[in-house]
C-alpha cells in the first residue's frame, strides 16, 4: 500500500498540528490530568492515523476486459436507473452511481480503456452526495471516454465534506482501463452514464472496488 499524491500536504500540515498540540498537551495538560493528558493524545492520534488512510493506495489486480465496465471507484452502488442526461447526450441513458464514505479509497479510474473526448468541469452547490439533484446541481466533473464499443460519461460529484475534485484529463488523452483518472477529497460519488443497451450486474447496496468489480458489460 502506499499514500496517494494527493495526501502529502494535507497529511504534513495534520502531522505538525497533531505534534503541536500533543506538545502542549503533555506540557501543560499532563501535569493536571494524567488520564485527560492521555485521551487527547489518543484521540489526535487516532484522527492523524485516519487522515492518512484515507489518501491510502492499497494494492490490487485490476480487472483488463474489453467487454466490462468495471466500478470507476470504492463504494457502494446507490443509483441504477434510466435518465435525461443535462449534458453531451441527447438520448437517455443508465445511470449508475457509486457513493464513497469517507472510509472508502478515493482513487477515481476510469471503466473502460478509450480516448477522453470530453471534458467539463461544473461549479455548484454542496448538497449531500446521495440527495437526488446532487448529479445534476453539485460541483462535479464530467469526461466522457470513447472506444470502439461506444462511449460512456464519468462525471465525479462533490458532496457535503467533499470539497475538492482533482481531474488527471484533457481532451484527446488515452487511459487504458482501470488507469487513475482523478480524486475527490473526503467522500463523495462517483455517477456513471451507460448506453441503455448495456447489460447490467450490480444491484442497489452493492459494495464494489475500483479497477476491480464489473458493473455493467456491452
Known amino acids: ?17 497533531v505534534g503541536a498540540l500533543n506538545i502542549a498537551n503533555f506540557s501543560y495538560l499532563f501535569p493536571l490530568s494524567t488520564i485527560a493528558a492521555w485521551i487527547v493524545f489518543i484521540i489526535t492520534i487516532a484522527f492523524f492515523l485516519f487522515i492518512v488512510s484515507f489518501f491510502r493506495m492499497p494494492n490490487r489486480t485490476l480487472t483488463l476486459n474489453d467487454a466490462a465496465i468495471i466500478a470507476p471507484a470504492d463504494g457502494k452502488v446507490v443509483v441504477i436507473e434510466e435518465v435525461q442526461p443535462d449534458e ?21 479510474r476510469v471503466p473502460v480503456a478509450g480516448k477522453i473526448i470530453y471534458n467539463q468541469y461544473h461549479p455548484g452547490k454542496y448538497l449531500v452526495a446521495w440527495h437526488p439533484k446532487s448529479s445534476t446541481d453539485n460541483e462535479r466533473w464530467s469526461v466522457v471516454i470513447e472506444n470502439a464499443k461506444g462511449t460512456i460519461l464519468c462525471k465525479q460529484i462533490a458532496g457535503a465534506l467533499a470539497r475538492r475534485i482533482c481531474n ?21 460519488r462517483v455517477d456513471l452514464l451507460l448506453p441503455v443497451n448495456a447489460t447490467i450486474h450490480a444491484k442497489i447496496g452493492d459494495v464494489v472496488k475500483g479497477g476491480v468489480t464489473v458493473l455493467a458489460s456491452w
Open 1 to 17: 500500500m502506499t499514500i496517494h499524491k494527493e495526501g502529502a500536504a494535507t497529511i504534513s500540515i495534520i502531522a505538525l498540528l
Open 88 to 108: 453531451f447526450y441527447t438520448e437517455k441513458r443508465i445511470q449508475l452511481s457509486v457513493f464513497m464514505s469517507p472510509a472508502n479509497v478515493h482513487v477515481n
Open 168 to 188: 488527471y484529463t484533457k481532451v484527446d488523452d488515452q487511459f487504458t482501463q482501470g488507469a487513475e483518472y482523478g480524486f475527490i477529497k473526503f467522500g463523495s
